[in-house]
């Protein structure tokens, strides 16, 4: 680009379109994921830490096909419009494992995914977060459509957080890699409302105690998502594109083999994975179970080794995402056997009477 025509750009952008993004490049615009004062203004500490309530399993059950009372063609236009994201960009689609960090920048993106399926509600794992909230560190949420629904209180003080990130995980824990297009949306677009919903309560609470202003920092839309089982199809990634979602997985499987190896083992292997823009996988939802001790002994390591905690989206700005055509969880094909296990296209548990692994799925 000629220097004269750079300077009519940079004219333009400036006086005649400032708030368009487009005139943005990926750093300027800054990210807020929410507000301390908003989060203390609302919750008591005590409220915010929980209890071990929280962390209970509901038992499987029949299957509930209810989505948010109301759905996209219901919703007030603005809100519809604040929900609409523009299309992915070329360099981040395909499915995310890592970013390659500008400068070797030791930064890692820790996350956890929130899971629910159709016929079961999930926990909280509050010492998870108590223990993020206490060291003050960022973390992503990856959370269902439906587990927000059942977590509403939860997920409004994961909203507020100023450190937290929430992303979408589809209303059911839906296995993109056999549905339609119908489908896809059926999974993605409730989720995203469902969000937008709660938000308004989150607005309303604010202005009844005058911290109306402070709600701005809360995105308006989830704006990352990750697969369930970590299974897409192309369809499915190019409706996700269209759709604005960058699809996140990782390149450190967190939790891998929990059900053989002690935390200290899982947490070892976790350490010498995690490099410069890493992703994270874990779980917040009290499955699988020794997640909270794994945890402990990777903050520490990652400390130890000088390494910032960074959400998702600000990884994303951080260097160039390295992508893949199929997601996995360590090896190409290793989770295609999921696409058996998992009734419903991936939105119910199997029957707790019949054999099924247990190992732990995104
Ligand atoms: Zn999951």
């Known amino acids: 680009m000629n220097a004269p025509f750079r300077v009519l750009i940079l004219a333009f952008c400036l006086f005649l379109l400032p708030a368009a993004a487009t005139c943005l490049s990926a750093g300027e615009k800054p990210l807020t994921f929410g507000s301390g004062p908003l989060q203390s203004g609302l919750w008591t500490p005590a409220e915010l830490a929980g209890s071990a309530a929280d962390r209970v399993i509901g038992a499987v059950s029949a299957p509930d096909p209810s989505l948010p009372p109301y759905l996209p063609a219901d919703l007030p236009p603005d809100l519809l419009a604040s929900l609409a994201l523009p299309p992915v960009p070329p360099e981040l689609r395909?499915?995310?494992?890592?970013?390659?960090?500008?400068?070797?920048?030791?930064?890692?993106?820790?996350?956890?995914?929130?899971?629910?399926?159709?016929?079961?509600?999930?926990?909280?794992?509050?010492?998870?977060?108590?223990?993020?909230?206490?060291?003050?560190?960022?973390?992503?949420?990856?959370?269902?459509?439906?587990?927000?629904?059942?977590?509403?209180?939860?997920?409004?003080?994961?909203?507020?957080?100023?450190?937290?990130?929430?992303?979408?995980?589809?209303?059911?824990?839906?296995?993109?890699?056999?549905?339609?297009?119908?489908q896809i949306r059926a999974q993605m677009q409730p989720t995203q409302v469902q969000y937008a919903l709660l938000r308004q309560e989150l607005v309303r609470r604010a202005e009844a105690r005058g911290l109306g202003a402070r709600v701005a920092r809360v995105p308006q839309a989830l704006r990352v998502m990750r697969l369930p089982y970590g299974r897409s199809s192309k369809l499915a990634l190019e409706e996700l594109a269209r759709a604005g979602y960058p699809v996140i997985q990782w390149d450190v499987e967190g939790e891998r083999d929990e059900e053989v190896h002690s935390p200290a083992t899982i947490a070892r292997t976790d350490l010498a994975l995690i490099r410069p823009g890493s992703i994270v996988l874990m779980h917040a939802n009290a499955v699988p179970e020794k997640t909270f001790e794994v945890l402990t002994r990777v903050l520490k390591g990652l400390r130890k080794r000088g390494y910032e905690l960074v959400t998702l989206s600000e990884l994303l700005r951080m260097g160039k995402a390295e992508t893949v055509a199929d997601g996995y969880f360590s090896e190409p094909g290793d989770n295609l056997q999921y696409d058996a296990i998992f009734p419903g296209k991936g939105t119910l548990k199997p029957d707790p009477t019949r054999p099924y692994t247990t190992v732990p799925v995104p």
């Not at 560190?137 to 909203?159: C, D, I, N, V, Y």
């Open 94 to 182: 395909g499915v995310i494992r890592r970013v390659n960090v500008r400068g070797g920048r030791k930064v890692v993106a820790v996350t956890f995914d929130l899971c629910e399926r159709a016929n079961n509600v999930a926990g909280y794992e509050n010492r998870i977060i108590n223990l993020l909230r206490a060291h003050k560190l960022k973390a992503t949420f990856f959370a269902g459509g439906k587990w927000m629904r059942s977590h509403p209180e939860k997920t409004l003080q994961l909203m507020a957080d100023p450190r937290f990130e929430l992303g979408s995980h589809t209303w059911t824990h839906g296995n993109l890699a056999l549905m339609d297009q119908a």
